[in-house]
T-cell receptor, first 116, second 114 residues
Framework: ETGVTQSPTHLIKTRGQQVTLRCSSQ?????VSWYQQALGQGPQFIFQ???????GRGNFPPRFSGLQFPNYSSELNVNALELDDSALYLC???????????????FGEGSRLTVL | AQSVTQPDIHITVSEGASLELRCNYS??????LFWYVQSPGQGLQLLLK??????LVQGIKGFEAEFKRSQSSFNLRKPSVHWSDAAEYFC????????????FGTGTQLKVEL
């Protein structure tokens, strides 16, 4: 059984650029959530995708967007990067059956983004 | 909106000693509560969760946590700490119908002295 994998593991961008982060969910999982973890902080919920649609969003501006593909993999896109976007971006997958009860989240190791 | 407070930023314990990590939450109804552990360079791993029922929940790696509604707390405990338990521990809360939107605390860094 393959776990959650994320790419790239590290990347450096400059202010104003755009970035795409990728996530392959664990086999059998149909829901993907994205979290931002700034240095010294706990993860903050960005959004989640279920059945290829955004299904819940945290307090992040529209320049944070995402996709979920038919194979349940996902992308996180961030436009017009700001210095404060520097963080570890975590993807988590889970298997949702029926109602939106929180599932057990399986996290990837994250993509560390540095914005200069 | 729900919130989580982990009052202890750092805790140091000796190997073999008992451990208790504190977590207080704020949420109007019965919450879903979680403890996750994050080792350096790794993603978060679920230790245990509370949804309903027995207020003392058992998790992996010998951890347990107790839900106390009157104190809005969900403290994590382990009777005897191993050096491999050194990591960062996060408490998290989710609300009914909120799906996988978890609100995390700021974490407690655990150091284990040999």
């Amino acid at each position: 059984e393959t776990g959650v994998t994320q790419s790239p593991t590290h990347l450096i961008k400059t202010r104003g650029q755009q970035v795409t982060l990728r996530c392959s969910s664990q086999s059998g999982h149909n829901t993907v959530s994205w979290y931002q973890q700034a240095l010294g902080q706990g993860p903050q919920f960005i959004f989640q995708y279920y059945r290829e649609e955004e299904n819940g969003r945290g307090n992040f501006p529209p320049r944070f967007s995402g996709l979920q593909f038919p194979n349940y993999s996902s992308e996180l896109n961030v436009n017009a990067l700001e210095l404060d976007d520097s963080a570890l971006y975590l993807c988590a997958s889970s298997r949702r059956v029926g109602d939106p009860t929180p599932g057990e989240l399986f996290f990837g190791e994250g993509s560390r983004l540095t914005v200069l | 909106a729900q919130s989580v407070t982990q009052p202890d930023i750092h805790i140091t314990v000796s190997e073999g000693a008992s451990l208790e990590l504190r977590c207080n939450y704020s949420y109007g109804a019965t919450p879903y509560l979680f403890w996750y552990v994050q080792s350096p360079g790794q993603g978060l791993q679920l230790l245990l969760k509370y949804f309903s029922g027995d207020t003392l929940v058992q998790g992996i790696k010998g951890f347990e946590a107790e839900f106390k509604r009157s104190q809005s707390s969900f403290n994590l405990r382990k009777p005897s700490v191993h050096w491999s338990d050194a990591a960062e521990y996060f408490c998290a809360v989710a609300r009914t119908g909120g799906g996988n939107k978890l609100t995390f605390g700021t974490g407690t860094q655990l150091k284990v002295e040999l």
